[in-house]
C-alpha cells in the first residue's frame, strides 16, 4: 500500500505564501494521479489540484493563478505552492495518490491519503 506523508503547512497574513509536500513511502508515485484537495470548516472536502505523469494540470477555479502543483518523481514528493493567499483558502489540505487514467478533482478517483496539513491564512 502506498504510504503518503505530508510536511509544510502552518499560518501566514493574507497575500502571503506556503508550500506544501507530500513524499512517498513504501512504493513509487510513478503510475499514478497526484492531487491536492481541501477541506474548510463546515465543508466538504474538495478537488484543489492534480498532476499526471505527463505534467498535465488541473486547478479549482478559484486558485488557479495562485497555486502551483509539481511533481518531483525522482524524489518521490508532490508539492502545492500557495501563493497570494487569501482567508478563505483556510482549510485541511491532504494530498492524494489515485488513478491515473482520469486524473481530474474527483475525489472518489483517488485511493491513497496523505495525514492532512492545517493550513490558516488570516486577514
Known amino acids: 500500500q502506498l504510504r503518503l506523508v505530508q510536511s509544510g503547512g502552518g499560518s501566514v497574513q493574507a497575500g502571503g505564501s506556503l508550500r506544501l509536500s507530500c513524499a512517498a513511502q513504501t512504493y513509487s508515485i510513478r503510475g499514478y494521479c497526484m492531487g491536492w484537495f481541501r477541506q474548510a470548516p463546515g465543508k466538504e472536502r474538495g478537488g484543489v489540484a492534480t498532476i499526471n505523469t505527463d505534467g498535465r494540470t488541473r486547478y479549482r477555479d478559484s486558485v488557479d493563478g495562485r497555486f502551483t502543483i509539481s511533481l518531483a518523481i525522482a524524489n518521490e514528493t508532490l508539492y502545492l505552492q500557495m501563493d497570494s493567499l487569501k482567508p478563505e483558502d483556510t482549510a485541511i489540505y491532504y494530498c492524494?495518490?489515485?488513478?491515473?487514467?482520469?486524473?481530474?478533482?474527483?475525489?472518489?478517483?483517488?485511493?491513497?491519503w496523505g495525514q492532512g496539513a492545517q493550513v490558516t491564512v488570516s486577514s
Open positions: 492524494a495518490a489515485g488513478d491515473l487514467r482520469w486524473c481530474e478533482l474527483r475525489e472518489g478517483d483517488f485511493w491513497y
